[in-house]
């Protein structure tokens, strides 16, 4: 009896690595750790003032984190979210302000935007099989510049567009119960996430976003149309991403076209700390939004500390070094 058990217990933690639910506990209790450590640094840190900047950051981060994660799965990935979502809010700028056009219409505008920017990148890399790191570099370039260009240079105001700037400051929670007076750009980035988790663990093109990226040729040998597949995770990614220049644009009041560059880094590191493998097949959405909010509450906690923004970039390279390596390491144990 005794060696049956001592035969199951490795066996127990085999699943638990390929599962990944290791590393979720592990980026949780770096979470805990960070919101304490600061705590103590800093009384100033757990203001409900500070903990609403905290929450607004993540709810930015955590959408572009999100679509990431689409991407991340299918073996992929993706440099552009950051330009995109500047794109996007530039063209609900377009839309709302220089066209005069009623509020819904600039929402579908940066929600169409991005999905059909998604569906070039997709296409690029399933259709032209260029590789996906020089994909969407080149489509973060194009996206960068077509910014600029439809701007002006220029910032987009959303002075006159009322309502606006209620998506992701406002607080319909805080409306119902006031002592929670929690963003709406909080509650967006949830109802995204428990929709894009919903997509992925019970809907067909979750199912082939995994396959996707465990064995791609086994699912075209199959009969599958992988191509077509991976264009639709690419343009859903897309998609998200223009919600994400939506509650930036609002959390603004403005489309700033230079915005945007290095928002990808950050969305990247967000989704390798959650648990999700570079090399494709598995990921969650639960532990992408857990390295949302340990990438959200660091940088807030190193402002409020006075740490130099020169060494804050230093700290966020330096972890996403740390959780390539920690995949990595995590794939060879796995193996």
């Known amino acids: 009896m005794t ?44 203001q409900v003032s500070n903990i609403i900047a905290i929450l607004q950051a993540t709810s930015v981060n955590g959408v572009l984190a999100v679509a990431a994660t689409l991407v991340i799965i299918t073996g992929g990935i993706d440099l552009s979210v950051g330009t995109l979502m500047t794109f996007t809010a530039v063209m609900a700028g377009v839309v709302l302000t220089n066209l005069g056009l009623p509020l819904p219409l600039g929402v579908i505008a940066a929600i169409g935007a991005g999905a059909f920017c998604g569906f070039c990148s997709g296409s690029f890399v399933a259709k032209m099989k260029i590789p996906p790191f020089i994909a969407t570099l080149g489509m973060m370039l194009i996206l960068k510049g077509l910014s600029l260009v439809i701007s002006g240079t220029r910032p987009i105001y959303f002075n006159d567009t009322p309502g606006f700037d209620l998506i992701s400051n406002g607080s319909l929670i805080g409306m119902l119960i006031p002592s929670l007076p929690i963003p709406n750009g909080v509650l967006i980035l949830f ?109 807030n906690g190193l402002r409020i500390l006075s740490v130099a923004q020169e060494w804050q970039t230093v700290v966020t390279g330096a972890i996403i070094i740390l959780a390539v390596y920690a995949d990595m390491v995590r794939r060879k144990k796995s193996a």
Request: charged fraction near 10%.
């Open 3 to 46: 060696s049956v058990n001592t035969e199951a217990r490795p066996g127990l933690f085999s699943k638990l690595v390929a599962s990944g639910a290791h590393q979720k506990l592990l980026a949780f209790a770096s979470l805990v750790i960070l919101l304490v450590g600061f705590t103590l640094a800093s009384p100033n840190f757990m």
């Open 191 to 299: 109802l995204v996430a428990g929709a894009t988790a919903y997509i992925l663990s019970r809907t067909v093109l979750g199912r082939y976003c995994f396959a996707l990226g465990s064995n791609e040729e086994s699912v075209r040998l199959s009969g599958v149309n992988t191509d077509w597949w991976k264009i639709a995770i690419y343009s859903l990614a897309g998609a998200i991403v223009g919600i994400g220049g939506l509650l930036i644009a609002s959390r603004l009041n403005s489309a700033q076209p230079a915005l945007g560059l290095g928002y990808e880094l950050e969305a990247i590191a967000a989704v390798v700390i959650g648990g999700t493998s570079l090399s494709g097949g598995r990921g969650t959405i639960l532990g992408t939004l857990i390295g949302a909010l340990i990438m959200a509450v660091l940088i």
